[in-house]
């Protein structure tokens, strides 16, 4: 990376990208941005990761949202389209993303954990739209009724008030809580164990469901088999019965 506020590495096919500001609360400021951009589009690009783990450095803090010192100093009123990366909006991601929330996810933190597509976190985490607070904007939570009861995305929006990690999970918008020494140890096994499967299914697997939340019950389900129809007629589709009737694993090429 081209500086040192986002961190990558490589763990097998798992890629991590941490944000590293503890002494700023892993706030994001415009290198934070910047190194966000760059990560985003390594991870896309690199075909030995099959999988993308973003973190936050440190124990205490996934991230406090965007640099509000920043923010005053520029004088920021509506942010650009391209302010940030926003998976699913302004740049394309077929591969899946997993949040591992090692602490406070809070506005623009919440942001970065709401778009990836699983949430692990340690149980001292907590996540918070705390925008109401400081007069800002957080029109990013619009996919958040999709995630969550709506009742309960209305109480995250119009109180602050952040919910911890057992909350979260008990709403849906945490798949896994574990103790904080075992984030990244659970982080890394989910990545492999989605990592181990066929890299097309698992992608059209993923944009099915997000075509799905737009789209009504037969139109998802005709966008179900475009999506897999080349998943079915792929060299893969073929591979894997092969393995199981050779009792081996599989042998996936992607194609």
């Not at 029109?139 to 995305?153: G, H, K, T």
């Amino acid at each position: 990376m081209s500086g040192n506020e986002v961190l990558w590495e490589k763990d097998g096919p798992v890629a991590w990208m941490t944000i590293n500001r503890p002494e700023a609360r892993n706030a994001m400021n415009k290198a934070v941005r910047e190194g966000l951009w760059e990560g985003f589009r390594r991870f896309a690009a690199d075909e030995g990761a099959a999988v993308l783990v973003l973190t936050g450095a440190g124990d205490e803090v996934f991230s406090a949202g965007g640099d509000l010192k920043e923010m005053a100093e520029l004088k920021l009123e509506i942010p650009p389209p391209d302010y940030a990366p926003y998976l699913g909006r302004n740049i394309e991601m077929p591969k899946p993303v997993i949040a591992a929330v090692n602490g406070l996810a809070w506005a623009g933190g919440f942001l970065l954990a709401q778009m990836c597509d699983l949430c692990i976190a340690a149980d001292h985490a907590s996540f918070g739209i705390t925008e109401a607070r400081w007069g800002r904007g957080a029109p990013w939570a619009a996919p958040l009724p999709w995630l969550v009861p709506p009742r309960v995305a209305l109480e995250l929006l119009m109180t602050a008030d952040p919910i911890d990690a057992r909350r979260a999970y008990e709403v849906g918008l945490v798949n896994r809580v574990v103790p904080k020494a075992d984030l990244r140890a659970a982080a890394q096994a989910t990545a492999l164990r989605i990592a181990e499967n066929a890299p097309l299914s698992v992608r059209a697997g993923k944009a099915l469901v997000y075509a799905a939340a737009e789209l009504g019950w037969h139109e998802a389900l005709d966008e179900g088999d475009r999506l897999f129809e080349p998943v079915y007629r792929s060299q893969d589709a073929q591979e894997g019965p092969r393995a199981f009737r050779e009792k081996r694993k599989p042998a996936w090429r992607g194609k």
